[in-house]
Nanobody, 119 residues
Framework: QVQLQESGPGLVKPSQTLSLTCTVSGDSITTNYYYWNWIRQPPGKGLEWIGA???????YYSPSLESRTSISRDTSKNQFTLQLISVTPKDTAVYYC???????????WGQGTQVTVSS
């Protein structure tokens, strides 16, 4: 069974960079046709897809966040990471990593990690 676990700071100051890592077990992040997504849910709002890295290493981003987002991977550690620059309090959310299809309908999800942007 595929398991995903998010990790990273729970508090980030405005204008700084949010960095999260998703550690995957039970499958390889290079598995054919799988996408490894980052998704968030701000308080009181719905899920928002941030972006993804594909099995071949190609990256895909939400147009609304693309200018501030970078997703990369470390195949030796079976991890993929999210970096979101120049954060504001509007970036406060529970952040999830998920695998499967590209977008919000992943087959497997991490438990989520709360990130608060505040000074």
């Amino acid at each position: 069974q595929v398991q995903l676990q998010e990790s990273g700071p729970g508090l980030v100051k405005p204008s700084q960079t949010l960095s999260l890592t998703c550690t995957v077990s039970g499958d390889s992040i290079t598995t054919n046709y799988y996408y490894w997504n980052w998704i968030r849910q701000p308080p009181g709002k719905g899920l928002e897809w941030i972006g993804a890295i594909g099995y071949s290493g190609n990256t895909y981003y939400s147009p609304s966040l693309e200018s501030r987002t970078s997703i990369s991977r470390d195949t030796s550690k079976n991890q993929f990471t999210l970096q979101l620059i120049s954060v504001t309090p509007k970036d406060t959310a529970v952040y999830y990593c998920a695998s499967g299809n590209l977008g919000l309908h992943g087959d497997y999800w991490g438990q989520g990690t709360q990130v608060t942007v505040s000074s």
